[in-house]
């Protein structure tokens, strides 16, 4: 590297005083540079302008790049200027010690914690997810569209959703684009949409936020098969992306076993019940999987696995019964595998006879009034159809390792987490 005028911005790490040497660690944007200052070299006010530095100052450098032998990057910033842009009150949080804050203060100082690298670097890693998902339906040949987030009824089960008042009258934050996507399927038949989800669940676990964001996918004249091989095979482009573009922040997240899956499994939703009992949990065929059960399951595999049937008796409405054995519904989880692992995704067929999907809802006490423009539209030709709707938090909190899905998430909202 030849010497090189650079101007760079960043906030201060530490500055380090070595005698007549300075060390300023400073976090750009983009990495930690070292400014190195000399005092023999700098002028007198520069020299004093470094004592005055304090954490998170954010300052402007002028000087040389130049190759270091010890600096981090290999490189060193010699200064000609520095200039304080905005001085900082000492932070509340540490930033940098090897010990992080509890987790509610980092809450409470979520505004900083967010420039800590380990942070920044998992919200690199999103947004690399965001855009291979994009990028993947597009190649597949999905259109990518967005529904909307005020609605009428609940997609999901009536009890978790967000009032709010609509002129007046009672609407709600939607729990997923399901009915939306499954009528933009019957005149574009590939769609998607990545959206906000909101469900009002005081879940306190390591899985839940009440927002959260949803890849919600919907085909026509699918199979069950075709979904779970576009799921598994979505799930590997996103890894193969983040491989490629977010080597540096898988490092500083301590990932450095990452590749994508060869194979997946397929275990059927009897089979689990059977190795749940046999694990000691007191579980019954139409029981649906609580958090502990999920997480005794999800740590006997090491690939993504999917159930391909569950009872119909625990799959909402919009899911095909199967006719052969209507006790079963067509729906399909996928789950993440390990120690990290949770469900990531929920789809499968779907019911298209207004007739049939009428009568679902009265078995699950859902009044068919709600859903009226729904169930009218499958009057008109409708394609046979299917989707899933994964939960991008999830997929990245097995996929980083990490304990909380709330660390996914910019500002999560949990029960208790509303500000900031
Ligand atoms: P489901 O309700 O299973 O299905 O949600 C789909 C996926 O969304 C994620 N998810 C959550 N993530 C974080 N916090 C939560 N509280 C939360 N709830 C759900 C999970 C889950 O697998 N309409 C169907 C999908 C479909 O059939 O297309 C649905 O919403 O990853």
């Known amino acids: 590297m030849s010497q090189q005028e650079v101007k760079i911005y960043g906030h201060v790490v530490t500055v380090r005083r070595k005698g007549k040497i300075a060390f300023i660690a400073l976090r750009t944007f983009d990495n930690e540079e070292q400014v190195t200052v000399k005092k023999n070299e700098v002028s007198e006010e520069l020299w004093s302008l470094v004592k005055e530095l304090g954490r998170e100052y954010f300052i402007e450098v002028i000087g040389t790049l130049v190759k270091s032998k010890i600096a981090k990057l290999g490189r060193e910033i010699l200064p000609k200027s520095i200039r304080v842009i905005s001085k900082s009150e000492p932070p509340p949080i540490d930033l940098y010690g090897k010990i992080e804050a509890e987790w509610p203060t980092r809450i409470r100082f979520r505004y900083l914690d967010i420039r800590r690298p380990k942070v920044k670097a998992i919200f690199r890693v ?22 909307p987030i005020i609605i009428a009824t609940a997609t999901e089960g009536g009890a978790e959703l967000f009032p709010i008042i609509y002129f007046g009258k009672e609407a709600f934050l939607a729990q ?134 569950f009872p119909s008796s625990i799959t909402a409405f919009y899911y095909m019964v199967d006719e052969k054995d209507p006790r079963k519904a067509h729906r399909i989880d996928m789950m993440g595998p390990g120690e990290y692992g949770v469900e990531w995704s929920s789809g499968g067929l779907r019911e298209h006879n207004p007739k049939r999907l009428k009568k679902r809802m009265l078995e699950l006490g859902l009044k068919p009034e709600s859903f009226e423009w729904y169930l009218d539209m499958f009057n008109y030709g409708f394609p046979p159809h299917g989707g899933f709707g994964m939960g991008i938090e999830r997929l990245l909190q097995t996929i980083l390792r990490l304990e909380r899905i709330h660390e996914v998430s910019l500002y999560p909202r949990t029960p208790d987490i509303l500000k900031p």
């Open 176 to 309: 997923s684009s399901q009915l939306y996507k499954q009528s933009a399927v019957a005149a574009f038949g590939k769609v998607f949409s990545i959206a906000p989800s909101f469900r009002a669940e005081k879940s306190r676990t390591r899985k839940h936020l009440t927002e959260f964001w949803q890849i919600d996918v919907e085909a026509a004249l699918t199979s069950k098969k075709d979904l779970m091989d576009l799921q598994f095979r979505l799930v590997n482009y996103i890894i193969e992306k983040i491989l490629e573009e977010n080597e540096k922040d898988l490092k500083i997240l301590g990932i450095d076993k990452l590749e994508p899956w060869d194979y997946y499994e397929v275990i059927n939703y009897d089979e689990v019940i059977d190795l749940l009992r046999r694990k000691g949990f007191d579980i019954k065929w139409g029981d649906d999987f609580g958090a502990d059960e999920e997480r005794a399951l999800v740590k006997e595999f090491e690939v993504p696995f999917f159930i391909p049937q």
């Open 126 to 147: 999103r947004s690399t997810a965001m855009n291979a998902v994009r990028e993947f339906l597009k190649k597949k040949g999905f259109i990518e569209l967005t529904f």
